[in-house]
C-alpha cells in the first residue's frame, strides 16, 4: 500500500459497515431488554406470535454476526494506524499496547452499567495483534484460521469421545448472571454499579470464555487486519474480484454448517461431547453468514461507486462507534432496569425494536451534529488523544 489511509473518502465503506453493525448490535440489546430476559404475559396471542418472529428473525439474521463485523473492523483499524504511523517511521504496536489499556478504562465506564460489555474482551485479545504485526500474510491466515476453527473446543470434543468419565462444568457465569439480573430487576441504581463492579464483569466475561468468543475474537481481529493489507476496502479489480470468491465461498461453506447446527446436536447423547459442538459449529456458521453480509455490502458499495444513499447515511454513527456503543447502554439500562422506567415489564420483542430504533435515531442525529462541528467523537477523541500522549 504506497499511501496512507486515513481519508474519509477511502474509508466511508468501513465506517458505514461498522455503523450497521452497531446499529444491529443496539437492536439486539433492546431485545433482550439489556439482559433482563422476560416475556410479559399480558400481551395478546397475536403480538406473542410477531414478537416471536421478530425475535427469531433478528436474531438469524444479527446475533454473533454483528458483533464478529464489528470485531473484523477493529483488526482493520489496527492495521491503518500500524500502517500510517509505519509510514512516519513510527512502531506503532508500544503505543497500540497503551490503546488497549486505555480502552480497557473505557470498558470499565461501559461494565459499569451494562452487563454485557465486549471491550474487556476486546482490550485483553487485542494484544495478540502486536505479535503477528509483521508475520507474512500466509502465515496469519495459517493462525487466525486454527483460531477460528475453536481447537479448544474440538480438543474437548475428542477427548470426551475416548474418556467416558469426562465431565464438563459448563455455565460457570450462572451464579453472577443470577445475581447481575438480580440486581437489574429490584436494585437501585447505585446497587446496579457496585453488583457490575464484580458480579456483572465475572458473568460476561467468562460467558464470552466459555462460549468461544476468546478464539474467534483473536481470529476476527487478525482477518480483519489481513483485510487492510490486502486492500480488500478499497475499490479495484482486484478487490472487487476477492470479494465475489469470498461471497461464493462463503455461501457453498455456510449451507453445511447451518444443517449441521440444525440436525446433528439432537444424535449426540454425551454432554461432554455436545457443549462444545454446540459452540464451535455455531461459531464457524456465523463467520460464515457473516462473510455473506460483508461481502454483498461492500460489493454494493463498490458497484455504486462511493456506496449507495442507504449505505452512507450511516456513516456518521460508526465514525462515533465507541461512544455511541457505551452511551446506548446508557439509555439502554435507563429504560429498562428496575431502577428506571423498568420497561422489561411490559416490552415484548416488537415494543423493544421499535425503542431500539428510536435509540439509534437520536444518537444518529446527534452524531451527524458532533461531526459537523469536530473531527471525532468526543469518546474517540479522548481515546485518540490518549494513545499520542507524550511520555
Known sequence: MNNTLHTSQRLGVVDALRGFALLAIVLLHNLEHYNVYFLPEFLPEWLKTVDKYVWDTMFFLFAGKAYATFSLLFGFSYYIQFHNAEKRGIDFRGRFAWRLVLLFLFAQLHALFYDGDILVLYAVVGFVLIPVSKLKDKTVFIIALLLLLQPFEWGRMIYAAFNSGYTINGNHCLPYAILSEQASIHGSFWDVLRNNIWNGQLYSNIWQVENGRLFQTAALFMFGMLL??????????????????????????????????????????????????????????????????VSLFTLCWFKKGEGYQWQKFIIPYGRMSLTNYITQSIIGVCIYYGFGLGLYKSTGASATLGIGVVIFIVQWLFSRYWLMRHKQGPLEYLWRQGTWVKI
Open 228 to 293: 487492510g493489507r490486502r486492500q480488500y476496502f478499497i475499490k479495484s479489480e482486484k478487490s472487487i474480484s476477492a470479494w465475489k470468491r469470498i461471497l461464493k465461498l462463503s455461501i457453498i461453506v455456510y449451507i453445511p454448517l447451518y444443517l449441521l447446527c440444525i440436525y446433528i446436536p439432537g444424535s449426540i447423547s454425551n454432554p461432554s461431547i455436545l457443549t462444545p459442538y454446540n459452540i464451535a459449529m455455531p461459531s464457524l456458521a456465523n463467520f460464515a453468514f457473516m462473510a455473506i453480509l
